[in-house]
């Protein structure tokens, strides 16, 4: 009767035992993809209003090449209207807008696209329920627009996402991406 229980009590915890699900690089791929919007839109908000912004563009040379317009001069009965407008060269590179930030004439702009690279580990827990990724992107696509991030533009980055099983397997937990330093 022991032994029959022993056997029992071994061949559950076999079974067990081959049914959790360890979090392989395909799995995690599709859910950074899903869950964290892979490849990601870099945008910038250009206040179309502020002659900081002006002056931005202008440095950077985007009016010279033809994707804005900006009026030099306002008067003083024009003050809060927009010293900003864009071409139709800088359409591909307009995004939408909310309501309320054309109201306060801000225009979102497209600086890159990050696009995620590969998985490059893969930490489980010793209980197999949690496990830590480490992953890269890189930053393709670049518009003449980018020219006004301040800093550059990483070429690739690296971060960590935190996953954990549960019943319906494998999920995303919403902890901040912590990014390295190279």
């Not at 061949?11 to 699900?21: D, M």
């Not at 009965?77 to 109201?103: C, H, Q, R, V, W």
């Not at 930053?139 to 991030?149: I, R």
């Amino acid at each position: 009767m022991k032994t029959r229980i022993i056997i029992l009590e071994l061949a559950f915890l076999l079974i067990c035992s081959c049914t959790t699900k360890e979090l392989d690089k395909t799995t995690a791929l599709q859910l950074l993809q899903k869950e964290q919007a892979y490849p990601r839109i870099l945008e910038y908000d250009v206040f179309c209003s502020d002659p900081a912004h002006a002056k931005r563009l202008l440095d950077a040379g985007l009016e010279g090449k033809g994707y804005v317009v900006i009026l030099r001069t306002q008067k003083l009965k024009d003050a809060g209207n927009p010293l900003i407008t864009f071409t139709a060269k800088a359409s591909p590179y307009l995004l939408p807008t909310s309501e309320k930030d054309k109201a306060l004439n801000v225009q979102k702009v497209k600086l890159a696209e990050e696009i995620l690279e590969g998985i490059i580990s893969i930490k489980t827990s010793k209980d197999g329920k949690t496990a830590t990724v480490e992953y890269t992107t890189i930053t393709s696509g670049l518009t003449p627009f980018s020219a006004l991030k301040t800093g550059e533009i990483k070429k690739q980055k690296t971060y960590f996402a935190y996953f954990s099983l549960s019943d319906i397997g494998w999920r995303i937990e919403k902890k901040p991406d912590i990014e390295f330093l190279p």
